[in-house]
């Protein structure tokens, strides 16, 4: 059975750095990308970025280039998000997601994480 | 970078109605479009890809078809477990939703 398990919610102050994580199951890690989607309280879903595993090729979305980093260890099948200084503004449910394929025209997500609420407030 | 548009921005019918959603895209896509249901506390769920094929254990209730610019989401009666927010995505943009609500 196909999972996305991710790491438990966090709460954090403006300004600290954070790497929350997705682990995958019950599949060929290397096959497939994963991405990140955010969902601020009561708006709709954004695509973030996204990275295949086998050689680390990883796309972003321009707003949110320079504000997050996504990275893959395959030894462990986990992906990770990243912020070196967190705003406010991050505060946010974020669930990765697997893409079968995705290229210059293509990409959807056919599994998804639980979510993982990261809450940024002083 | 391609804008989605989805509407009506709410929908309120019956249970056992016929529900239509509308997703349309800034420029042609061909028929790489996905549909996907989103309920509170859930993580979204995969109904449609690639514009018209159901994903695994999707109801035959749910149905998408559409080409190039404008697509359609169809749930030809629903059940009172459809209703949820319905977003449409193609590659690296979601649109804004559609939230379908019991009348």
């Known amino acids: 059975e196909v ?24 599949y060929s890690f290397t096959n497939y990308w994963i991405g990140w989607v955010r969902q601020v309280p ?26 997050v980093i996504i990275s893959a260890d395959k030894s462990i099948t986990t992906a990770h998000l990243q912020w070196n200084s967190l705003k406010a503004s991050d505060t946010a449910m974020y669930y990765c997601a697997r893409a079968p394929k995705y290229g210059s025209s293509e990409g959807y997500f056919d599994y998804w994480g639980q979510g993982t609420l990261v809450t940024v407030s002083s | ?69 404008d697509f359609t989401l169809t749930v030809s009666s629903l059940e009172p477990e459809d209703f949820a927010v319905y977003y449409c995505q193609q590659r690296n943009t979601f649109g804004q939703g559609t939230r379908l609500e019991i009348k």
């Open chain 1, 42 to 67: 009561g708006k709709g879903l954004e695509w973030m970025a996204i990275i295949y595993p086998r050689d680390f090729d990883t796309t972003y979305s321009p707003s949110f280039q320079g504000q």
């Open chain 2, 1 to 69: 970078e391609i804008v989605l548009t989805q509407s009506p921005a709410t929908l309120s019918l019956s249970p056992g109605e016929r529900g239509t959603l509308s997703c349309r895209a800034s420029q042609s896509v061909g028929s790489y479009l996905a549909w996907y249901q989103h309920k509170p506390g859930q993580a979204p769920r995969l109904l449609i890809y690639d514009a018209s094929n159901r994903a695994t254990g999707i109801p035959a209730r749910f149905s998408g078809t559409g080409s190039g610019t």
């Open chain 1, 3 to 26: 999972q996305l398990v991710q790491s438990g919610a966090e709460v954090k102050k403006p300004g600290e750095s954070l790497k929350i994580s997705c682990r995958g199951f019950g």
